[in-house]
């Protein structure tokens, strides 16, 4: 039976989201229906509002999320009801070209559920990132759930879905950052502290915050900043040498995605280092560099899809991270808020007052 609950709906762009009844069919072949516990708002979800990724308006928002499997459709033998999972928009397919090579993070052909929520008029609605967790329930593909140690806070475990992943897996898997090495990451938001806390995580002893915002950069030195750089106050390139001997820094992580921030991550770098782009550009945005740079600043200019994780592997390792107190997911939550409280916390996210407001059912 069709069940009908509650959701967040981007009905045009650049409109404030509202409250809406949708209809969630049964889970088909190879799908699950998964009741949300709770649900981060991701600059992303704002992205889609504002028709910065595509235009197929509406959407049902919200893609950071854990919750329980309520009902699994046929052939489901992954998860079963009752289980909890988090949800993640990287469920590969096994088969396609980047699968075949073994390097399923890259997964071109990843799984959603082919069967679709609507609105009370009929109305495909378009799941964010394939999920659309601002809703008591939602409809994904079997895959997408991944099954996590029950004891987390539903509230923390939602975030590895998509922004502290991305952030995390920004920082070790796509910069490779190591021992001993030194990171800048530009932007200091959820994705962008995420970064720095991977990169607490794997040894990097200069770790060095950059944010137009104050407040922003106090709280990146409590996932573990060593040191800060207000952006607006200060040419952030020359900062970053100064606070590495001069050279730069190994690998530099623009979590803002814009064009200056991209340029000072290719610059900021030293000889040989890694660039890494995590945070998402609107489609007008280009950038213009001497080719001759490209070439003799050597090294890496990479982006970073989802922190090119692997949610079977990363998740599950992740959560016992953070169970054994070696990652602060807690210190993402700035507050908990209603599912009718979306459109507010996007005003706080756009004015810095949160890292991470998230939407418990
Ligand atoms: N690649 C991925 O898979 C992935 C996943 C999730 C989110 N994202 C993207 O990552 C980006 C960050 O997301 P978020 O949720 O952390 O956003 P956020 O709004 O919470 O954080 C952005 C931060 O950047 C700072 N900032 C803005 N302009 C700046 C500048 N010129 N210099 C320095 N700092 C500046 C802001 O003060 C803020 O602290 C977004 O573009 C989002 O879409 C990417
Ligand atoms: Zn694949
Ligand atoms: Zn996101």
Redesign the pocket.
């Known amino acids: 039976m069709p069940q009908q609950v509650r959701g967040v709906v981007a009905h045009s762009k650049g409109k404030p989201v509202s409250l809406e009844t949708i209809t969630i069919p049964d889970p088909g072949p190879g799908e699950a229906l998964v009741q949300v516990q709770a649900c981060g708002v991701?600059?992303?979800d704002?992205?889609y509002r504002e028709g910065g990724i595509n235009d197929e308006f509406p959407f049902l928002l919200g893609h950071e999320a854990a919750g329980i499997v309520e009902s699994v459709g046929e052939g489901v033998t992954d998860v079963v009801p009752g289980d909890f999972v988090i949800l993640n928009w990287r469920a590969v397919d096994g088969t396609c070209r980047a699968c075949r090579r073994g390097e399923p993070w890259y997964c071109f052909s990843t799984h959603n559920a082919t069967r679709k929520m609507t609105l009370a008029s009929g109305q495909e609605l378009s799941p964010a990132l394939g999920i659309g967790a601002f809703a008591e329930k939602t409809l994904v593909h079997s895959g997408q759930c991944t099954k996590v140690n029950p004891a987390v806070a539903p509230e923390v475990a939602g975030l590895l879905g998509?922004?502290v992943?991305?952030?995390i897996g920004?920082a070790i898997n796509t910069g490779g950052v190591g021992r001993g090495d030194s990171i800048a990451v530009?932007?200091?938001?959820?994705?962008?502290?995420?970064a720095i806390a991977g990169a607490k995580l794997a040894g990097a002893s200069t770790i060095i915050a950059?944010?137009?915002?104050h407040r922003?950069l106090r709280w990146a030195t409590e996932f573990g900043a060593t040191h800060t750089i207000n952006?607006r106050e200060n040419d952030?390139v020359e900062a970053v040498k100064a606070l590495t001997g001069g050279n730069g820094a190994n690998v530099v992580i623009d979590?803002?995605?814009?064009p200056?921030?991209f340029t000072?991550a290719f610059y900021a770098r030293d000889l040989a280092g890694t660039a890494v782009?995590?945070?998402?550009?609107t489609p007008e945005m280009t950038i213009d560099l001497p080719l001759i740079d490209v070439f003799g600043r050597g090294g890496a200019v990479k982006?970073?899809?989802?922190?090119d994780c692997l949610p079977s592997r990363d998740f599950p390792m992740l959560v016992d991270l953070h169970l054994q107190g070696r990652l602060p997911l807690e210190k993402f939550v700035t507050e908990t808020v209603g599912l009718d409280d979306v459109e507010a916390a996007f005003a706080k996210?756009?004015s810095?007052e949160?890292?991470?407001s998230v939407v418990v059912m």
């Open positions: 991701c600059h992303t704002l992205h998509c922004g992943m991305a952030g920004a530009i932007g200091c938001g959820g994705v962008g502290d995420a950059v944010d137009t915002d922003k952006a952030v979590a803002v995605g814009r200056e921030t000072q782009l995590v945070g998402v550009p982006s970073s899809w989802y922190g996210m756009h810095g949160v890292l991470r």
